[in-house]
C-alpha cells in the first residue's frame, strides 16, 4: 500500500506548504500540481526522491517541473498535470481522454481552484482543489492498495 499527498494552486502559500510537512514526510509520494510549481521546489527540498512537480499556466518564469507527467503507483498509472492546456474550466473530456489515451487509471488536475472527483470513461479524474490564500484551502489525499484506489478531499483552515 502507497499513500500520495496531491496539492496545487499554492500561489506563494509558503505556510499551508509549511503546515503539511508531517504529512509530507509520512506519504509516500507527493505530487504538487503547479501555479506555482516553485512552491512545491520547497517540498521537493526536503523530500527530492518522492516529489513530482507539474508546472502550471501561472509558472511562466521559473518553471520547477515537467508539464505532463504519468506515475505508476503500485499498479495504478496516474496522468498528472494542470489542467489548463486540456480546458478543464469548461470541459474534463479532453483530459480523460488523454488520460485514456496514456493507459493511465486517474488523471490529477488543478488550475480551478475547486476540489472535485469525476469519473469519464473509466478515468478517475480528481482535482485536490486549492491550497493558496484565496478562499477555501484543500489537498488530496490518495491511497493505492495494488490496483485499487480510494482518495479523500482534506479541507484546512
Known amino acids: 500500500m502507497k499513500t500520495c499527498i496531491v496539492l496545487s494552486d499554492t500561489h506563494g502559500n509558503a505556510q499551508a506548504i509549511r503546515d ?3 504529512m509530507f514526510a509520512e506519504n509516500d509520494y507527493i505530487i504538487h500540481l503547479g ?3 516553485s512552491d512545491g521546489s520547497l517540498i521537493r527540498k526536503s ?9 502550471g499556466n501561472c509558472d511562466f518564469y521559473l518553471k520547477f517541473g515537467e508539464d505532463e507527467s504519468v506515475i505508476t503507483v503500485e499498479n ?6 494542470h489542467g489548463h492546456n486540456y480546458s478543464v474550466k469548461t470541459t474534463l473530456l479532453r483530459l480523460a ?3 485514456k489515451e496514456l493507459g493511465c487509471d486517474i488523471a490529477l488536475y488543478g488550475h480551478t481552484h475547486e476540489a472535485r472527483e469525476d469519473v469519464i470513461d473509466g478515468i478517475t479524474l480528481l482535482n485536490p482543489g486549492s491550497l493558496s490564500r484565496f478562499g477555501g484551502k484543500s489537498y488530496l489525499y490518495l491511497v ?3 490496483e485499487k484506489f480510494t482518495y479523500k478531499h482534506v479541507g484546512i483552515n
Open 20 to 22: 503539511l510537512d508531517g
Open 35 to 37: 501555479d506555482t510549481s
Open 47 to 55: 523530500y527530492p526522491a518522492k516529489t513530482t512537480l507539474i508546472n
Open 76 to 81: 495504478v498509472k496516474i496522468f498528472a498535470c
Open 97 to 99: 481522454a488523454r488520460a
Open 144 to 146: 493505492v492498495n495494488g
